[in-house]
């Protein structure tokens, strides 16, 4: 195994220890170790928005239709190497401006923080639409920090690519005001 592949899966189980349980005072990686990674060990967000299907066309319709302040795409757990889609409604349930803040859950005006996950194929078990260990607990612990999530799968991704604009306009306003109660 690669050291770099070795290098993130114990950056992941340190992480995810922190975060799934914050009483556990055992070893963990340094801070010293964790100061000296590379950037680029927490994914490239060039690559996801190039790569990922159905995440480049789900960003720039969001931001069309609710603005784009109000959405960003970021690694919410850079931990795990896919980007988020990242929306934040207040207590009515409209979409408010997302600073470059990256936790913003004391923020008064932020009631839900929603995160949107477009997910390849290579997540799922073979011919099933079944999320895999990585995906699960990465929604897990989206959850746990107070994330509201939903995923499109991979079929409806690969499907927003070759949409219209309307059509994924539809798609993306449907899932926003029907499943996570957002007011457009």
Known sequence: MPVLEKTNQLLCLHHSVKLEHPSYHGNT???????????????????ELSFRQGLASSLTTLQRLLGKDKVRCTFILPHYHTADLEVHLDVDGRPVQIDGVSDQSTKPDVHKRIAIEVTGQNQYAVDSEMLLGNPRSKLRQLNKLGYITHVISATDAKKLDTMDSPSREEYLRSILRTELKAKL
């Not at 990686?29 to 490239?44: A, V």
């Open 29 to 47: 990686l340094s801070q010293t170790f964790l100061d000296s990674l590379p950037s680029k060990i927490y994914g490239d967000m060039n690559r």
